[in-house]
């Protein structure tokens, strides 16, 4: 039977309980294109329990390979247009002319009801997370082992043309400027190696203090007993 310990007000809080009654926490990864970020996420996805993807609405066209409603959900600008207005959006950004956003209700529900949510999401977005949910976020930057590595992995790809990927490299510059304002890097030059590290992340945070609204609860049962204990030998 699991330990379980009674706090001053009288309410039995279970190990399992302490452990399981916690928010959920948003895994945020981001990267320069080419850096196998996605990969790691689906890996993480097919994996792990209790993780679920953040399904981001874009305006740009959809890729041969994609599916709505997995991958994106695939809106007009006009449609956009009217959820940032109505602050229906936790974050968005323009990335490469197109626009990517986050619509806040599902994230909240999740979070709240102790479901992590993966978000696969560029630098902008990262940061409007940030000065909306800092302490929910754990921000992960992933960088390819070189750039001949990288440039190789987009054109292995062979959903862009010349000049998207041209657009995309120019983009790294900047982005990869930006890796001392992330919680974590990983450097995917093993993929099986990048994942194990990103994943021994994700269980870390799970077991932070700040999560668990139960821990100090079932602690100070377990302090209440043995001081009972304690005074009953005395």
């Given at each position: 039977m699991?330990d379980?310990?009674?706090?001053?007000?009288?309410?039995?809080?279970?190990?399992d309980e302490?452990?399981s009654?916690?928010?959920?926490?948003?895994?945020?990864?981001?990267?320069?294109s080419?850096?196998g970020?996605s990969?790691i996420?689906?890996l993480?996805?097919?994996?792990e329990?209790?993780?679920e993807?953040s399904i981001?609405?874009?305006?740009r066209?959809?890729r041969?390979?994609?599916?709505?409603?997995?991958?994106y959900?695939?809106i007009?600008r006009?449609?956009f247009?009217?959820m940032r207005?109505?602050?229906e959006?936790?974050?968005?950004?323009e990335?490469h002319?197109n626009?990517?956003a986050?619509?806040r209700?599902?994230?909240?529900?999740?979070?709240?009801?102790?479901?992590?949510?993966?978000?696969?999401i560029?630098i902008?977005g990262?940061?409007?997370?940030?000065?909306?949910?800092?302490e929910?976020?754990?921000?992960?930057?992933?960088?390819?082992?070189?750039?001949?590595?990288?440039?190789?992995?987009?054109?292995?790809r062979?959903e862009?043309?010349?000049e998207?990927?041209l657009?995309?490299?120019?983009?790294?510059?900047g982005?990869?400027r930006?890796?001392?304002?992330?919680?974590?890097?990983?450097?995917?030059e093993?993929l099986?190696?990048?994942?194990?590290?990103?994943?021994a992340?994700?269980?870390?945070?799970?077991h932070?203090?700040?999560?668990?609204a139960a821990?100090g609860?079932?602690i100070e049962?377990?302090?209440?007993d043995?001081?009972?204990?304690?005074s009953?030998?005395?």
């Amino acid at each position: 039977m699991a330990d379980q310990g009674k706090p001053h007000g009288g309410t039995v809080v279970t190990a399992d309980e302490a452990e399981s009654h916690r928010r959920g926490l948003m895994l945020v990864l981001s990267s320069p294109s080419g850096a196998g970020k996605s990969t790691i996420a689906r890996l993480l996805l097919e994996r792990e329990d209790n993780l679920e993807l953040s399904i981001s609405v874009t305006t740009r066209p959809r890729r041969t390979s994609e599916i709505d409603g997995v991958h994106y959900h695939f809106i007009t600008r006009e449609r956009f247009e009217q959820m940032r207005d109505r602050g229906e959006l936790l974050e968005w950004a323009e990335v490469h002319g197109n626009y990517y956003a986050t619509p806040r209700d599902p994230v909240e529900k999740a979070l709240g009801e102790g479901r992590d949510v993966l978000f696969d999401i560029d630098i902008q977005g990262t940061f409007q997370l940030y000065d909306r949910m800092r302490e929910d976020v754990v921000s992960v930057f992933i960088l390819p082992p070189s750039i001949a590595e990288m440039k190789s992995r987009l054109h292995r790809r062979a959903e862009d043309t010349q000049e998207v990927i041209l657009r995309r490299l120019k983009t790294a510059v900047g982005e990869m400027r930006h890796w001392t304002e992330y919680d974590y890097v990983v450097v995917n030059e093993d993929l099986s190696r990048a994942y194990e590290a990103v994943r021994a992340i994700l269980k870390a945070e799970r077991h932070k203090r700040a999560r668990s609204a139960a821990i100090g609860p079932f602690i100070e049962g377990m302090v209440g007993d043995l001081e009972g204990e304690l005074s009953g030998e005395g």
